[in-house]
């Protein structure tokens, strides 16, 4: 079933087509556009939000925001306000903070995420594992929500110390009362070999590729019944 999504942004240029997340957003960082930005992608997502609530619906939805971002003087009163403005509980919108490591500012970083929390968002940190600061992030920090980074998952048919990492990882994630979400899950015995050592929300194209706002309102206000699965 879906347990959840998260908002991805892509980019139509008329003359270069798609240009990927991985030239795009260090651009629009470099440009300074990170606030504007995610003022676009929080808007468009709150909209989703009252529109399947008002129709008897909920899911929670994630927007990415960099620890940059998270950081922004009022950042959380704002976005509070917004969902209240809305009629909407904060704990249907999470924020999931990039990996864009390390942190130089711990005390501002741990200050606002718990800001963030006592609002009542949920707090899930990206592409764990993939950074060498993210384990100290992790310990001092209020998160949620852990999701592996997709490399793991993908190389885990063909390397053993891959599949023990992501044992590993879900172990820490339960002691740690950690929600823990499998990234780039792109076949079915992956999918299998997740559920088998405990790994039971995930994202990636054998659950479900990226659709466009419409399709997933329609597959949410459908209901359709799958396996245990986070579809994003």
């Not at 629009?28 to 008897?56: A, M, S, T």
């Not at 780039?184 to 590729?209: D, F, K, M, P, W």
Request: net charge negative; with cysteine.
């Amino acid at each position: 079933r879906i347990v959840g999504a998260e908002a991805l942004l892509r980019w139509r240029h008329p003359r270069y087509g798609e240009v990927a997340p991985a030239v795009l957003i260090p651009m629009v960082n470099r440009l300074g556009l990170h606030l504007p930005l995610f003022d676009l992608v929080v808007r468009e997502v709150i909209d989703v939000l009252h529109y399947l609530r008002r129709h008897g619906a909920e899911v929670p939805l994630a927007v990415n925001a960099s620890i940059d971002t998270v950081c922004e003087p009022g950042m959380a009163e704002q976005l509070a306000a917004r969902m209240w403005d809305a009629c909407l509980p904060t704990r249907l919108l999470k924020v999931e903070v990039t990996e864009d490591l390390p942190v130089l500012d711990e005390l501002c970083l741990s200050a606002c995420l718990n800001t963030l929390k006592a609002k009542g968002f949920t707090l899930s940190l990206d592409d764990f594992g993939a950074g060498s600061a993210t384990f100290n992030v992790l310990s001092k920090m209020p998160f949620d929500e852990v999701k592996i980074d997709g490399a793991y998952i993908r190389d885990m048919e063909n390397n053993t110390q891959s599949h023990a990492i992501i044992a590993t990882l879900i172990a820490l994630a339960q002691r740690l009362n950690l929600k823990l979400v499998a990234e780039g899950i792109e076949n079915e015995s992956v999918l299998a070999a997740l559920l088998s050592i405990g790994c039971h929300i995930g994202q990636g194209y054998a659950l479900a590729r990226p659709m466009e706002r419409a399709e997933f309102i329609q597959r949410q206000l459908a209901k359709p019944l799958a396996m245990t699965v986070k579809a994003i």
